[in-house]
């Protein structure tokens, strides 16, 4: 992560660096990142960028932390276990903010295309460690609702919760990533996958 230097730089200033970041990964996969180019468009010296960042790998880890937590502030109380939510309507309206925040954040788009096209980002320990959260997230959402009868309690949560957040991104993502997205297209798509997993396919 950065170092405390960076965050005593001036709000300009560090958004300045996050701008050519956010430009640099939306242009070229982790493999083919030139720092070189942030540099140059943060308009900051080589030596500067090394008293921020150790690295490339530091600066990937800190714009996917950075937009982590962007997300988990944007969704607020739907990642909260306490709301009183069905799992599957959850989960539905998790995807359906995730239009909003596309909408809010669309500089986030090309950087998102070029992750999921870098085999070398997803393998990496911060990428590993978003999706676990994220299963781990899921899974106490369903055992939340196993304990109140509304899931079958035989069924293994964390098995569940991977099959849904894997079906879902797969079905999902691409949609996001599109410049002209279609949010009545997604809501149906949803809506349907919702109501197989509700129901079943007997």
Known sequence: MPSQTF?????????????????????????????ANIIRDANISRGSFYQYFKDKDDLIDYFYGTIIETKMTFFGSL???????????RIEAIYIRGIAFRKTYPEYV?????ILE??????????????KQA???YSGFIIADQKKGLIDDSID???????????????????????????QA?????????NIFRKGIT
Request: aromatic fraction near 8%; glycine fraction near 4%.
């Open 79 to 89: 990642f909260e276990s306490d709301r009183e939510i069905e799992f599957l309507d």
């Open 157 to 183: 949560a964390r098995l569940l919760a991977r099959m849904v957040m894997e079906l879902l991104n797969s079905e999902m993502i691409e949609a996001y990533l599109e410049k002209d997205i279609d949010e």
């Open 110 to 114: 090309e950087p998102g295309k070029r």
């Open 135 to 137: 299963i781990d997230l």
């Open 7 to 35: 965050y005593n730089l001036s709000e300009h200033k560090k958004n300045s660096v996050w701008n050519a970041i956010i430009k640099e990964l939306g242009t070229h996969t982790y493999e083919h990142v030139n720092l």
């Open 186 to 194: 997604i809501k149906d798509r949803l809506s349907m996958i919702k």
């Open 118 to 131: 870098s085999n070398a980002i997803r393998q990496r320990e911060s990428y590993l460690q978003g999706v």
